[in-house]
């Protein structure tokens, strides 16, 4: 699976728009980009997935070059509570496990 | 959201005693995973266990290490011979299908003495 590299940590204030940059250089044609948010002492939670292009929901926006080789996860107007560690993760469709990088550790602040 | 709910949420064990920690997976799910963090470090894998068999292992889940689904709805982590460096973070996770996106339980932190 291709290998991920993402900043060790980022601090933001409350109300700004923060972007993770994750590259994956050797992605694979099968892979898609995965994102999980853990907050201290709790297991990770899926936050959004893509393949191309951008995909958005209610907590994020996930944006794909055409090439693949990075994403970028877009959190909009963060809180306080969205302080926590933000993994990037390149996975096979059908292929087990998801394997976990250290994550970038975003901190907001007042 | 459905939930997987894992027990106990902390364990304290000696050295060289058995412990089973506990999972019940969201109940429509059929793809099973214990996963670790030991402190300050990276989520890790230890197993993938599906249609009551395990799919895929790590280098970290030995001989010391099973699984088991005993019922239809617990899924467990047996570690037979606790070591000092297996005191972590275990988590149990779930998903509908391969590839889907996992459900991660609260954990529970085992601490070997």
């Known amino acids: 699976l291709a290998k991920t590299t993402q900043p060790i940590s980022m601090d933001s204030y409350e109300g700004q728009e923060v972007n993770i940059t994750c590259s994956h250089n050797?992605?694979?044609?099968?892979?898609?980009i995965t994102w999980y948010q853990q907050f201290p002492s709790q297991g990770p939670r899926f936050i959004i997935q893509?393949?191309?292009t951008k995909v958005t929901n209610e907590v994020a926006s996930l944006f794909i070059p055409a090439d693949r080789k990075s994403s970028t996860l877009s959190l909009p107007r963060v809180s306080l509570s969205d302080t926590a560690v933000y993994y990037c993760?390149?996975?096979?469709?059908?292929?087990?496990?998801?394997?976990f990088g250290k994550g970038t550790r975003l901190s907001v602040i007042a | 959201e459905p939930e997987v709910t894992q027990t106990p949420s902390h364990q304290v064990t000696q050295m060289g005693q058995e412990v089973i920690l506990r999972c019940v997976p969201i109940?429509?799910?059929?793809?099973f995973y214990w996963y670790r963090q030991i402190l300050g470090q990276k989520v890790e894998f230890l197993v993938s266990?599906?249609?009551?068999?395990?799919?895929?292992k790590s280098e970290i889940f030995d001989d010391q290490f099973s699984v088991e689904r005993p019922d239809g709805s617990n899924f467990t982590l047996k570690i037979r011979s606790t070591k000092l460096e297996d005191s972590a973070m275990y988590f149990c996770?779930?998903?509908?299908?391969?590839?889907?996106?996992?459900?991660f339980g609260s954990g529970t932190q085992l601490s070997v003495l």
């Open positions: 996770a779930s998903s509908g299908m391969r590839g889907e996106k996992l459900f």
């Open positions: 050797n992605i694979a044609t099968n892979d898609y």
């Open positions: 893509g393949y191309k």
């Open positions: 993760l390149v996975a096979r469709s059908g292929n087990t496990p998801l394997v």
């Open positions: 109940s429509n799910h059929l793809y």
């Open positions: 266990f599906y249609n009551n068999e395990i799919s895929e």
